[in-house]
């Protein structure tokens, strides 16, 4: 009795085993489970997440999903695995981030974009006027954040005009916490107003508004973007010794990590080349093409691009969905 006991209980040890190791090896899409992705609100962040899921889901047989929400709260979410992807990790500005990867909790691969950029700007007849516009240089001695102590007034807030204004990220991006401390540590918070527009769309507004009227400004913004290809700025130098160095990799929560490495394979090799991201961010602006649209666009028109990620037999099924 005993040892029928004894054999009974190794069995059904053993097909607890076997029974885990075939749902393991049956990988993440097969099980059911959807990959879901932060829902990022600026254009290469969408372009992006719209091009991964096509390649997961026609490629893998893969459901994907994408849910809403601000850099911060997304990270938070990836943390957790409430989130498995977030396609346009600015590795190392978040602190959330941060303290993530250093519990063991998020992991970044590949390098889906190089080449990034992203600082204070002005547009350059500001700074050297533009004779075509019959514009004057307003400040011809301008190079450096430091400087705009003594600027102030030519970058005057309409809402407070003892005040000038700096157009920041919209609030709940982790620029906008960056850029906050920057206003403190080069001591411009008691003569600029730190104006936070309510979206990504809006700060654009805001920039081709006073750039078509040949108007001052001054903001933050960031490559690629639609925006970069449509007006032509001067980037203001920061302090000495201040690496600002954009490193761009796929956000992953740890058990998306562990549990999917097909996946995670494709995820580390993907990128797009910031020429034609560039160029393909350009004509979402211009031809007002939704993000998704503009993704099976590209996949069908850059197989060469997108195919060295992917297997043979994933690049067939991409194919023929296209």
């Not at 409430?82 to 691969?109: H, L, T």
């Amino acid at each position: 009795m005993k040892l029928t006991k004894t054999l009974l209980t190794t069995a059904l040890s053993l097909g607890l085993l076997l029974a885990a190791s075939a749902s393991q090896a049956a990988g993440w899409c097969e099980s059911g489970k959807p990959v879901k992705f932060a829902g990022l609100n600026w254009e290469s962040g969408m372009l992006l997440t719209d091009v991964l899921r096509f390649v997961l889901e026609k490629g893998y047989g893969c459901k994907t999903d994408s849910l809403p929400g601000n850099s911060i709260t997304m990270e938070n979410a990836l943390s957790s695995n409430d989130i498995q992807v977030f396609a346009e990790e600015w590795v190392g500005r978040s602190e959330v981030w941060n303290k993530a990867e250093k519990a063991g909790k998020v992991v970044g691969v590949g390098a889906p974009l190089v080449g990034a950029s992203e600082g204070w700007y002005v547009p350059r007849y500001v700074i050297e006027g533009d004779a075509k516009r019959n514009l004057k240089a307003l400040a011809p001695g301008l190079k450096q954040i430091a400087e705009l102590g003594k600027y102030a007034a030519l970058f005057k807030d309409p809402e407070e005009p003892s005040k000038g204004r700096f157009y920041n990220c919209p609030a709940g991006w982790t620029c906008e916490l960056e850029n906050s401390e920057m206003l403190k540590s080069y001591g411009l918070e008691s003569s600029y107003t730190n104006f936070r527009p309510g979206t990504g769309p809006a700060l654009d507004a805001a920039v081709l508004s006073s750039y078509k009227r040949g108007e001052p400004i001054l903001f933050y913004y960031w490559s690629p973007t639609p925006l970069m290809g449509q007006v032509d700025l001067v980037k203001l130098e920061e302090k000495p010794g201040v690496d600002k160095n954009v490193s761009i990799k796929v956000g992953l929560s740890r058990t998306f990590h562990e549990q999917a490495p097909e996946l995670v394979a494709v995820l580390e090799k993907a990128n797009l080349p910031i020429e034609l991201l560039n160029q393909s961010l350009g004509r979402m602006a211009r031809e007002r093409i939704e993000s998704p649209k503009l993704a099976k666009i590209f996949l069908k028109e850059h197989p060469e691009v997108w195919q060295a990620w992917v297997s043979a037999d994933a690049a067939r099924k991409i194919n023929a969905a296209l």
